[in-house]
């Protein structure tokens, strides 16, 4: 099977074989090959390098529409396969080019809105106050752009996922 | 046969979990209160018996103090443990646990009263002789005018801090450099604590610089005796909240040790405080040191004295609750054996801003071996609920030197896994290995100063190994998911035999 | 860069995830090797690299010398730690290490000889002065007439044990209380033996009465020094195994204490000791004590001194090994701070005769909170093979007294589960009640006296209202199931929402 | 619904009807009534029962053919529900009338048979030793009783479940 995987905006193609015997796998990331031994554990996944026996022990969590987190033993990174980005995509993708969404990592009250459409942010800037979990959180710009939306108002309250700002 | 002691815990997550355990080896009954969303939570699951209390806002449940005193007083429970948070350190609860013939664990309620309000507090300590860090002597009323506080914050001096007199956990408190940023600042933290604690009061203090935090804590009977406790060191700290803490600190010369141990005594002594509590202090780089607030209540630190002193302090709480009198050997209290670093690990992604992320922590992996104590109140397929605190669990590690205990601080974060939810482990993971944390040379400011420097900079940057390693394994779990083989969620539905025939068919 | 030194660890289980850590923690990498069945083990998962070297059985796997040095030497290993069984006391494969120029992280080929023929081992303890349990000499050829055993017999008198010359653990062991049943348990020890280690020689030694197990673990480097440790009582046995070891002994004097530490010593230096090594004793009731035999190499029970001294003895194995002084107090190691108790948590079904119960281990939940140690070898979700012994875990409990230690054993107990297979659990909660337990008035015949006094009755007796909530589970259990919510198995399969649908489709 | 739960011998009938609002069940254990919330978790089920707040903390692992280990916090008790007992049925259920099955409960080797049929043997008194996991473990008789069948012989491997002997 081949799976379009994105990992930090950089697409990957990957190429998953299983090998005669059961747990073995011929994984191919853009044309470099890894022979490995991957078994599901009631983490993740346990996988050995055929190649120098390195043991890599993961986990991947699936939300919806592809995206998984992915969490190795020292790093956890969000990716979508094959492509399907659903709408309720990542907020901070610095670096990417074209619109940027931002929209709420968790539920909330909006408390202060710091930007107008037309406004001009620098990466990091700050867009909008939200209050969740007793706690001020301060949302910056995934880059830098213009405003070009503002989807909420002072004091509504928010859904998850909910779109906020738009940034172009 | 005669029926047994019940306590009722008034709270949730880690630190029910850790009084529970305290009652257990006491032989105490325990009580749970849950709120709608932590029906499948630890604390529920471990008690002896348990009531629901409401729904999920805190305002609704573990702040109904109506609710609670019914249910401590229909479950047949004779003591109430507040935990840290929510009511702990609310004196009508005490007050009210009181009046329905509960023993509250805790200070009695006009200690709570007098120390709870920081500007009276700073005044306690005054009387006790122990100097204080300069600032404002009464709170601002709601409606005082800009220029007042203005002139006071001229008096005391920038940089300042404005501090909610009911504050803890950092809330209600900012950091004002320059006179233009004041007003503001003095807005956001009197709405912060009025949202936080019901009580919008705020006053100023100057921000020591290169400052340490420091504090004591203490143990007092209802017989006049009071022990204090070896230091811990609290100065890692974000926006005013402790992230990282330690026993003993390295800043401390024996003599100071002693000194402050005396003050913290005579604060607590002057007001008459009884149970467990913790005087703060603040260490400047000249060796003196100031009192800043006391913690009329258990604190999320405590394991690290624990750790230290082999003397576990939430028994004594229930005991000296119960009459009993305090026989620790004061020199033992003082004196730590190794060293001890305690970890708040929450369900924040440190990669933004430490935005909260709450969610199903699907599964859990909590590292074990030598040195290492797991405090947590979250068990694997429980959904951490977005109305409280975020923390999943406290990772206390200890060593018989600091060195020791950095170097099995970096193992145990490697290992810990918690899938499912983004946590500060990446973060914990960063800060284990910077050379100022390594060394003992920080302050309070120290993080901030950091964080900001690193404009949001990853904590972990991703090599193109690492993307490598994500590819193969989102591919490999989509893989298995194609093929119906649970991958990333390998708990097999039944027996043994099931699983192999499953396995079986795999190949 | 330098590259960094790897630590090929030759073992499974609790005992290579221990080694592992230690590695970790002094920055050296890990290898791990595994059999077949091992794929998902912990100690895999935990490994920096990780190498198949076969199928179940130990003896195609885990026993194969030429396998493990070969994958050694490949990985570019420099040291290699055996752990505890397996090949750990296997002087071929010390030798195997060092001819391949890999350093064997324990003591050298002709100690490991030396000592691990317990005959041979007798004649060490007394050429060092130290008194051993009267028995035979020489091990029994495999050909000796029964004659000629039962004569020796008669010399020693009964009762008296037939023991392994390569034992250990409890195999090859067998206790004869009159001569009608020496010639069967003669047998039956060489045939355990035979098959255990590959060598069916036994010999013969007197049985003391009401004796206790206690043993010295010490430590000795390359430049002569030896470290004896205060003392560990292992006494709580079942058929010559250990299940229960704690540290101090309640029945030993300070001056026993000593001269026990020094015999111990003495042993090690005669016979020119290196690394952990631990020389176990008995204790008659009038406070003699013999030497029993040594064991060359970590043991089992290792965490209990490790929790009393603060000493982390397998650093320091690695630490010897890599060419490092001993430089710990010996006043410091002699001298315990506390109380540690240790269960050695089975896969073993206690009310049949604790018959190994191996499967799917479907949920883990450990205890946590204070003096808690978690030494686990199982994760949620391996099933636990059948080919090697069913140990899923040490659980090492600490406490300011002997008192405070078992109170907490009991909580820990209590908290501890197990889903999916039958434990000794139910059996240790009904240990550390036992009031001989408490008081500690036992000797190395207590439990399997109790044992046979009991004739197979359950360790919870289950009540009517237990069998109540038996049923009542079992049918929400199957309800559950029957409407698809996954009783028993509640991980959910994907995030937080989709659990959150299902919940609501519940409704 | 309605299941008959076969505990140590006893049979229970159990009646288990959701109430209005999830989570909440009414139970009926042979008449009598328990209001109780059950909530699924990673371990097992979380009950919470609602006169006097009991809380218990089980597990329910499903074997095959309607047994399953439920484990309390302090015990561990093997049931069949619904009375579908599986051929693989628990070798001691003492003090039971009837035919005894004793099977193996583990895969291992038999190296002693001690028994014959016609062989009178008392409760608990051993039948047969099976090498298993390096250990030798005596079988025992369930009941006192004459047997009725060997069904292996000294030197056989067997797999778990595997008949051993019958005893009347």
Chains 1, 4 share one sequence.
């Not at chain 1, 994984?27 to 554990?41: N, R």
């Amino acid at each position: 099977m081949k799976f379009e995987v994105d990992v930090a905006g950089r697409q990957r193609t990957v190429g998953v074989d299983r090998a005669a015997e059961g747990g073995k796998f011929r994984v191919v990331v853009d044309g470099q090959v890894h022979e490995l031994e991957a078994q599901p554990t009631a983490l993740g996944l346990s996988v050995v390098f055929q190649a120098g026996g390195r043991s890599l022990d993961a986990a991947a969590t699936e939300r919806s529409g592809g995206e998984w987190l992915i969490q190795l033993p020292h790093l956890d990174v969000a990716v979508v396969v094959d492509g399907q980005r659903h709408a309720r995509g990542r907020q901070n993708r610095a670096g990417a080019d074209g619109e940027q969404r931002v929209t709420a990592p968790m539920p909330g009250r909006v408390l202060r809105v710091l930007v107008k459409p037309g406004d001009k942010v620098e990466h990091r800037q700050g867009l909008l106050v939200v209050e969740a979990m007793k706690m001020e959180n301060e949302l910056t710009a995934p880059k830098a752009g213009t405003v070009t939306e503002v989807a909420v108002t002072e004091g509504s309250s928010v859904e998850a996922g909910r779109l906020l700002v738009v940034i172009e | 046969m005669t029926r047994r002691t019940k306590v009722l815990i008034a709270n949730r997550g880690e630190i029910a979990v850790r009084v529970m355990r305290a009652c257990r080896e006491l032989g105490l009954g325990t009580v749970a209160v849950y709120s709608e969303c932590d029906r499948t939570a630890l604390h529920v699951r471990l008690a002896d018996e348990a009531h629901a209390i409401g729904p999920g806002p805190a305002a609704d449940s573990y702040l109904r103090i109506d609710k609670i005193v019914d249910v401590a007083v229909r479950s047949g429970a004779s003591l109430v443990h507040p935990g840290y948070g929510f009511l702990a350190e609310n004196e009508d609860f005490a007050q009210a646990c009181a009046d329905a013939g509960l023993t509250f664990v805790g200070p009695s309620p006009s200690a709570i009263a007098q120390m709870g309000s920081k500007t009276a507090a700073r005044r306690v300590a005054t009387a006790a002789g122990v100097p204080v860090v300069p600032g404002t002597e009464d709170p601002f009323a709601d409606d005082a005018p800009d220029a007042m506080i203005a002139a006071e914050a001229r008096r005391i001096g920038y940089p300042l801090l404005v501090k909610a007199v009911a504050g803890g956990g950092g809330k209600g408190m900012r950091t004002v450099r320059s006179p233009a940023d004041l007003s503001a600042a003095i807005q956001t933290a009197r709405s912060e604590a009025g949202s936080a604690f019901g009580d919008a009061a705020v006053y100023l203090e100057r921000l020591l610089l290169k400052a340490r935090h420091i504090e004591i804590q203490l143990l007092a009977d209802t017989f006049g005796t009071v022990v204090p406790f070896v230091e811990r060191e609290c100065s890692i700290q974000r926006r005013h909240q402790k992230v990282v803490e330690e026993s003993p600190s390295l800043a401390l010369t024996e003599p100071t040790r002693r000194a402050m141990a005396e003050c913290a005594a005579a604060v607590a002594r002057t007001v008459g405080y009884t149970s467990a509590g913790t005087i703060e202090f603040l260490l400047d780089e000249d060796g003196d040191f100031y009192f800043l607030e006391m913690n009329t209540r258990l604190q999320v630190e405590h394991p690290v004295t624990e750790v230290v002193t082999g003397i576990d302090l939430v028994q004594w709480q229930l005991r000296i609750a119960l009459g009993e009198r305090l026989t620790i050997d004061p020199a033992r209290a003082i004196t730590p054996r190794g060293h001890a670093i305690e970890c708040r690990l929450y369900a924040e992604d440190p990669d933004q801003g430490f935005m909260p992320s709450p969610g199903l922590v699907r599964a859990l992996s909590v590292p074990g071996g030598p040195g290492v104590r797991d405090d947590r109140g979250v068990a694997a397929g429980f959904e951490i609920p977005l109305f409280y605190d975020s923390m999943i669990a406290k990772l206390i590690v200890s060593g018989d030197s600091r060195a020791e205990a950095i170097s099995r601080l970096s193992r145990v974060l490697d290992e810990y896994r918690v899938i499912g939810v983004r946590t500060t482990l990446p973060f914990f993971r960063w800060l284990a290995a910077r050379p100022e944390f390594i060394s003992g040379q920080f302050d309070t400011t120290y993080l901030d100063t950091l964080l900001a420097e690193r404009k949001g900079q990853a904590f972990v940057e991703a090599t193109s190994d690492d993307a490598d390693d994500v590819a193969i394994v989102a591919a490999l779990a989509a893989w298995f998911r194609a093929h119906q083989a649970s991958a990333g969620v390998a708990t097999p539905a039944a027996g043994g035999w099931r699983r192999a025939a499953r396995t079986e068919a795999l190949r």
